[in-house]
C-alpha cells in the first residue's frame, strides 16, 4: 500500500472513531406531569421498571416518595434489594443476566436527604428545573461502577434492543409506608411498570415510576469501545510522521536506484 493511502485510511478510520464518540446515551426523565400518586412497598413487595429496544441502560436515578400513613411520612429507614436482568415477563429474571446492587437504605422523611422539591437537571443546559413540591428523596444506580462481564464502563448494562429487561426494587425490611411515584401521563417510550395483576392488558397503562434522571441507549445500536479524542490525535499524529518517514525513504530508494546516464 502506498504511504499516502495508508495515511489517509488511518485518517478516514479515526473520523469513524470521532463519529461513533457522538452521544449514544440520552437521559430522560418521568417526573413531567407527575400529580401525587404513589405505590408503597406495602402494596407491594417489589416493584420493577421494565426496559424495551435499548442497546444499553447506563444509570437511574429513582424518586422516593411516602404514602398516605403516618400524615405522608415513613418512621424509619427501608431497606430495599435493587438487581437488573433480562426480563422472563412472568415476574422474575432470566439466569445469568443478573447484576445486583445489594441492599440499600431509603432514610426515614426526617432525614435531610428529603426535600420539598421535585426536581431534576436538564441534561442540555445543564440548569436545574422545578416539577412541584412533593416530599422526596432520590438514588442513583450506575451501571458503569458494576464489575461484571455484562457491563461496559462507559455505556453500562449492554442489553439486546429485542428483548426486554427489568429493574426490580424489593422489599427487605423497615417503614412499607415508603413509595415510588407513580406517573401516568409522561411516560418513558423504552419501557413501562410492569403490572402482573393487569396480565395480557398491561400495554393500557404504560405508567412508568418517577425517575429524575434514567439513562440509555435508545434503540438497536452497535456498541463498541470509543477511545478517548486525546489517545485518537497521539495515534493518528504518530502515523502521518510514520508515513512522512516511509515516503522520504521510499523516495532516496527511487533515487539511489536510478540509472546513471552514459
Known amino acids: ?42 402494596d ?4 420493577t421498571q421494565v426496559f424495551t429496544n435499548v442497546s444499553a441502560v447506563t444509570s437511574l436515578t429513582y424518586n422516593f416518595f411516602a404514602g398516605s400513613a403516618n400524615s405522608n411520612s415513613t418512621q424509619s429507614s427501608t431497606l430495599l434489594s435493587a438487581k437488573f436482568g433480562e426480563w422472563n415477563g412472568t415476574g422474575g429474571f ?3 443476566t443478573v447484576v445486583d446492587f445489594g441492599v440499600i437504605a ?20 445543564q440548569q436545574p428545573v422545578n416539577n412541584g413540591t412533593y416530599r422526596n428523596t432520590s438514588v442513583t444506580f450506575d451501571f458503569t461502577s458494576v464489575i461484571s462481564g455484562l457491563v461496559h464502563s462507559e455505556f453500562g448494562y449492554l ?12 422489599y427487605v425490611s423497615g417503614d412499607t409506608n415508603l413509595a415510588l411515584g407513580d406517573n401516568g401521563s409522561s411516560t418513558f417510550t423504552n419501557g413501562y411498570v410492569y403490572n402482573s395483576n393487569l396480565g395480557s392488558l398491561s ?20 456498541l463498541v469501545p470509543v477511545p478517548e479524542a486525546s489517545t485518537i490525535a497521539s495515534i493518528a499524529g504518530a502515523v502521518l510522521v510514520a508515513g512522512l518517514v516511509i515516503a522520504r525513504t521510499r523516495q532516496r530508494r527511487q533515487v539511489a536506484n536510478a540509472p546513471v546516464a552514459a
Open 94 to 96: 432470566v439466569a445469568d
Open 1 to 42: 500500500m502506498k504511504p499516502y493511502r495508508f495515511v489517509s485510511l488511518f485518517a478516514a478510520t479515526c473520523f469513524a472513531f470521532l463519529l461513533s464518540a457522538e452521544a449514544q446515551i440520552v437521559t430522560y426523565q418521568t417526573q413531567t406531569g407527575y400529580g401525587g400518586s404513589t405505590t408503597t412497598f406495602l
Open 203 to 222: 400495554y393500557l397503562l404504560p405508567n412508568d415510576y418517577v425517575f429524575a434522571a434514567i439513562s440509555v441507549v435508545p434503540g438497536n445500536q452497535e
Open 44 to 47: 407491594s413487595a417489589s416493584k
Open 106 to 125: 431509603i432514610p426515614p422523611t426526617s432525614d435531610p436527604a428529603w426535600t420539598n422539591s421535585l426536581g431534576y437537571i436538564d441534561p442540555v443546559s
Open 159 to 170: 442489553t439486546n434492543a429485542a428483548k426486554t429487561y427489568g429493574f426490580m426494587l424489593t
